[in-house]
C-alpha cells in the first residue's frame, strides 16, 4: 500500500477545492484511505493518519472512527505518538462516551512517568475531559504532581485539580495541604494557576473560604510587587506586569473580602494604589482598572475608596472604546442605589451618552439617568429626558414614556402643589410629554395627568388654554387628546371666558370648542376610548355653555346609532338625560371635585434623602379580630416587582353613595385613577368612592362556592421553621373565574407562634381578596390550625402564581419570610 499523504498536502489539497461539493469528494476519498489504513492496523502511518482526521474534524466533517486509534497511540511509548494520541481523545471523546474509560490506566501511567512532557500530555488531558470517575480514580496522582518541586509540572497539576474539584466536589479536601506553598512560588505561571484552584475552592466551599482569609495578607503582598516592580520582558504586556496575573488576584480578594470586615480593612490600601498607579492609556489597563473596582464595591471598602472607584467609571465614560463606556454605565447602574451622591457627580456625562449613536450604551444611559432622578435635579433631568424622547428610536420611547412618569412619581413630581409656577412648570412639561411620546405612554398617565389638573384648582383656565392649543389640527397623540377632551369638558367655559391671567388669553367661541370635539368623534386617529371621552366631554359643555344646547342633542342624539357598542350605549344614557332626567341634568354634569389618588404601599415606604433612597421599617401589627382594613391588604402590592401587580380587593363591598340620580349612577362610570386604562371619563359629579368595588360583589345571596370539595388536589405553598402553610381549592358555583382558597397553618415546634399574618400577591391579570384570619396565634405541636380564605379572580384562565409574606413571633423572636407559590394545580386556575 502506498505511503499516505502528509498533513501539509492534505491541507494544501483542500484549499484548492473552488466548491463545497468538491471539498467533500476530497474528504471522502481521503477518510475511505485513512480507514483501509486504519483496518489493515498499519503502525507506521497511524499518528499521520489521525493527524489527518482530527483537521477534518476541525472543518465539521465526522471523525467518531478514529478514537480507538487515538487510544492505540496513548498506549504507544513514542512522545510524538503520544502527543497527537492525547490531541485526538480531547477533541473526539468526552465523558458521555464508555470509550473514555479505557484510557484511565494509560492516563495514570503517563502520570507517573519519568518524562515531565509526557506527565503534562496526561494532566492536559485530565484536566480538558476527565469525567467524575476518571477524576475520583486518578485524584491522587494529581495531588502527587501538585507538591513536586517541578514549576512545569505544578501549574499543569493545578489547573488539573481545578477540574477535578469542579467534578467531584468531595475530593477538595485532599488538595488542601498542596496548597500551603503554592503562593510562594516565584514562578508566575504556579502563581496564576494557584489563584485560579484557590478562587475555585473558595467559590465551592464556605469552609475553604474562611480557611484562606488568611492568606490576604500574601496575595496584597505579591500584588503589591506586581505594580511596584520594574520592567520585566517575560511578564510585561503594554507596560503593565502581568496584567493576567493581576486580574486573577483581585478576583480572589474579591471572594476573599466579601462581607467580612477584618480581609476587607487589609486590602483597602493596595487597591488604593492599584487604582492611582495603573496607567489607563492602555486597554490592559483598563482592565485592571475594572476589576479593582468591581472588587472595592464587592467588599466593606471605605468610602473614600468607593468615590475613588466611581470616578474611575466615571473616566470610562469619556473613553473613544464602546465596550468601556458599555460596562462603565452597567457598573454605575449596580451601585447608583448604595453611591447615589457619587455617581450623581458624572450626571453629566452620562447624559452626554444619550446621545451616543450605539444602542444598547443609549439603552444604558437612559436607565441609569432615570436611576439619578431625584427632587433636586427632576427639572434639569426632565428637560434632559424630553429631548431625549423626542429624538430617540421608536424601540425606546415607550420605555422612556414610562420611566419619566415613574420618576416624576418617585420624586413627588406629580404631587398636588398649590403654588402656581411649580404647577405651571409641571404642566410644561407633562404636556410636551404626551404629545412627543405618543401611544407609548403607560395606561395610568392619562388619570394621572387629570389628577394633578383637577386638584390645581386656581391653574384650571392655563391648563385647558394650554391643552386646546396642544391638540388643535392635531389627534394623533391620544394620550394628550384624551387629557385635553377631559379637561375642555370639565373647563370649557373657563375657555370661552378667557379668563386665563398666566398667559394671553386666546378668544375661542363655544362653536369652535364643539368643532374640536366633534372633529376628535370622526377622526380617523380616535381610539374607541377616545371618542368616550370627546362625546363625554360634549355632554358635559351642556351644562356649561348656553348658546349650543341644541347642536349638543343633536350630536348626541346621531351616535346612538353608532356601531361602536360603548359609544353607543353613552350616547343612548345621555339622550335619556336629555329627555327624562333633564331636571338632574345640570346636578350629574357639575365639576369634578377635588380628587384623592388611591395610593398602594408595599412593606417598606420609599423616603428619600439627599437623593437616596432608604426603606422605612415596616411595623407589624397582629391582624385585628374585625375586618382587615384595605390598606393593610395592600401591603405585598410590590412583592412581585414592576407593574406586574394588581390591588387587593377590598373585604366589604363598598356601598355605592346615594345622590340625585342615583339610579344613573352605573351608567355614567367615572375616572380609574388606580393604574388600569379608563374607559372614558366619568360625565356627573360622583362622590369619591374610596376604593374600586370588588367585582364579585353582587353575588352574596348566592352561594359563593361548592359546598362539597371539586376533588383539585391540596398543596403545601410553605414548609420551614416548622410552621406549614397549605392550600385547598374550591370553584365557585356562579362565577367559574373564581377560586376560593382556604389556607391551614399548622405549628410542629414546641411553642406557640403569635402574632401571624398572612399576606400575599397576585399578578396584574389577577384579582385577589383576602379575608380575616380564624386567629392570630399557631398553636404549638400541631394542636390546631388558623384558616383564612382568599378569593382569586382569574378571568383570563392563565396559570396562578403568588407571592406571600409571613409575619409572626416565635420564641421571643420576630420572624418574616417571603416565599413565590408556582405550583398550583391546574384544575385551580383552568
Known amino acids: 500500500m502506498p505511503a499516505p499523504i502528509r498533513l501539509r498536502e492534505l491541507i494544501r489539497t483542500i484549499r484548492t477545492a473552488r466548491t463545497q461539493a468538491e471539498e467533500r469528494e476530497m474528504i471522502q476519498k481521503e477518510c475511505a484511505a485513512i480507514r483501509s489504513s486504519f483496518r489493515e492496523e498499519d503502525n507506521t502511518y497511524r499518528c499521520r493518519n489521525v493527524a489527518k482526521l482530527l483537521y477534518m474534524h476541525m472543518l465539521g466533517y465526522p471523525a467518531h472512527f478514529g478514537q480507538l486509534e487515538c487510544l492505540k497511540l496513548i498506549a504507544s511509548q513514542k512522545f510524538t505518538d503520544k502527543r497527537i494520541g492525547y490531541l485526538g481523545a480531547m477533541l473526539l471523546l468526552d465523558e458521555r462516551q464508555d470509550v473514555h474509560l479505557l484510557m484511565t490506566n494509560c492516563i495514570k501511567n503517563d502520570l507517573n512517568h519519568s518524562t515531565q512532557y509526557v506527565q503534562g500530555l496526561a494532566l492536559c488531558t485530565l484536566g480538558c475531559m476527565g469525567s467524575s470517575e476518571m477524576c475520583r480514580d486518578l485524584a491522587g496522582e494529581v495531588e502527587k504532581l501538585l ?131 495603573t496607567e489607563t492609556s492602555k486597554n490592559v489597563g483598563n482592565a485592571i482598572l475594572y476589576e479593582t473596582v468591581l472588587t472595592i464595591m464587592d467588599i466593606k471598602s471605605e468610602s473614600g475608596l468607593r468615590v475613588l472607584a466611581i470616578n474611575i467609571l466615571g473616566r470610562f465614560l469619556l473613553n473613544n472604546d464602546k465596550n468601556i463606556r458599555y460596562v462603565a454605565l452597567t457598573s454605575l447602574l449596580k451601585t447608583v442605589q448604595t453611591d447615589h451622591n457619587a455617581v450623581q457627580r458624572h450626571r453629566s456625562t452620562i447624559v452626554d451618552c444619550l446621545k451616543d449613536l450605539d444602542v444598547s450604551i ?70 410636551p410629554l404626551f404629545s412627543q411620546a405618543g401611544s407609548y405612554v403607560r395606561d395610568d398617565a392619562v388619570p394621572n395627568l387629570i389628577q394633578l389638573i383637577t386638584n390645581s384648582v386656581e391653574m384650571h383656565a392655563y391648563t385647558v388654554q394650554r391643552l386646546y392649543k396642544a391638540i388643535l389640527g392635531d389627534y394623533s397623540q391620544q394620550p394628550l ?75 348626541v342624539s346621531i351616535y346612538g346609532s353608532s356601531i361602536d357598542v360603548e359609544l353607543q350605549q353613552r350616547a343612548v344614557e345621555y339622550n335619556a338625560l336629555f329627555k327624562k332626567y333633564d331636571h338632574m341634568r345640570s346636578a350629574l354634569l357639575e365639576r369634578m371635585p377635588v380628587m384623592e389618588k388611591v395610593t398602594t404601599n408595599g412593606p417598606t415606604e420609599i423616603v428619600q434623602t439627599n437623593g437616596e433612597t432608604e426603606p422605612a421599617p415596616l411595623e407589624t401589627k397582629p391582624p385585628p379580630s374585625g375586618p382587615q382594613p384595605t390598606s393593610q391588604a395592600n401591603d405585598l402590592l410590590d412583592l412581585l416587582g414592576g407593574n406586574d401587580i394588581t390591588p387587593v380587593i377590598p373585604t366589604a363591598p363598598t356601598s355605592k353613595p346615594a345622590s340625585a340620580g342615583g339610579e344613573l349612577l352605573d351608567l355614567l362610570g367615572d375616572i380609574n385613577l388606580t393604574g388600569a ?102 398553636p404549638a405541636f400541631n394542636t390546631g390550625t388558623i384558616t383564612q380564605v382568599i378569593k382569586v379572580l382569574n378571568p383570563q384562565k392563565q396559570q396562578l402564581r403568588m407571592r406571600i409574606k409571613l409575619t409572626y413571633n416565635h420564641k421571643g423572636s420576630a420572624m418574616q419570610d417571603l416565599a413565590e407559590v408556582n405550583n398550583f394545580p391546574p384544575q385551580s386556575w383552568q
Open 677 to 778: 386604562p379608563a374607559a372614558a371619563p366619568a360625565p356627573a359629579s360622583v362622590p369619591q368612592i374610596s376604593q374600586p368595588p370588588f367585582l364579585l360583589d353582587g353575588l352574596s345571596s348566592q352561594p359563593l362556592f361548592n359546598d362539597i370539595a371539586t376533588g383539585i388536589p391540596s398543596i403545601t405553598a410553605y414548609s420551614k421553621n416548622g410552621l406549614k402553610i397549605e392550600f385547598t381549592f374550591e370553584r365557585s358555583n356562579t362565577n367559574p373565574s373564581v377560586t376560593v382558597i382556604t389556607i391551614q397553618a399548622s405549628n410542629s415546634t414546641e411553642l406557640d407562634m403569635t402574632d401571624f399574618v398572612f399576606q400575599a400577591a397576585v399578578p396584574k391579570t389577577f384579582q385577589l381578596q383576602l379575608l380575616s384570619p380564624s386567629s392570630s396565634i399557631v
Open 147 to 277: 507538591k513536586t518541586s517541578n514549576s512545569y509540572l505544578r501549574k499543569k497539576a493545578a489547573l488539573c485539580a481545578v477540574h477535578v474539584i469542579r467534578k467531584v466536589p468531595e475530593l477538595m479536601e485532599m488538595f488542601l495541604p498542596a496548597t500551603k506553598n503554592l503562593l510562594n512560588e516565584k514562578n508566575h505561571g504556579v502563581l496564576h494557576t494557584s489563584v485560579v484552584l484557590l478562587t475555585e475552592m473558595c467559590e465551592r466551599s464556605p469552609d475553604m473560604l474562611a480557611h484562606f482569609r488568611k492568606l490576604v495578607p500574601q496575595l496584597v503582598r505579591i500584588l503589591k510587587n506586581l505594580i511596584m516592580s520594574g520592567y520585566s520582558p517575560e511578564h510585561d504586556v503594554s507596560g503593565i506586569s502581568d496584567p493576567f496575573l493581576q486580574v486573577r488576584i483581585l478576583r480572589l480578594l474579591r471572594i476573599l473580602g466579601r462581607n467580612d470586615d477584618d480581609s476587607s480593612e487589609a486590602m483597602n490600601d493596595i487597591l488604593a494604589q492599584v487604582a492611582t498607579n
Open 362 to 431: 443609549k439603552r444604558r444611559a437612559m436607565e441609569l439617568s432615570f436611576a439619578l432622578v431625584n427632587g433636586n435635579n427632576i427639572r434639569g433631568m426632565m428637560k434632559e429626558l424630553l429631548y431625549f424622547l423626542d429624538s430617540c428610536e421608536p424601540e425606546f420611547k415607550a420605555d422612556c414614556a414610562s420611566g419619566i412618569f415613574l420618576a416624576a412619581e418617585k420624586t413627588g413630581f406629580l404631587k398636588v402643589t398649590e403654588q402656581s409656577l411649580v404647577y405651571r412648570f409641571q404642566c410644561f412639561h407633562l404636556v
Open 481 to 555: 387628546v384624551q387629557v385635553a377632551a377631559w379637561c375642555i369638558g370639565e373647563y370649557g367655559d373657563l375657555l370661552v371666558s378667557g379668563q386665563c391671567e398666566e398667559e394671553e388669553p386666546i378668544q375661542v367661541t363655544e362653536d369652535e370648542v364643539l368643532d374640536i370635539l366633534e372633529s376628535v368623534l370622526i377622526s380617523n386617529m380616535s381610539t374607541s376610548v377616545t371618542r368616550g371621552y370627546a362625546l363625554t366631554a360634549i355632554m358635559k359643555l351642556s351644562t356649561r355653555f348656553t348658546c349650543t344646547v341644541n347642536r349638543i342633542k343633536k350630536v
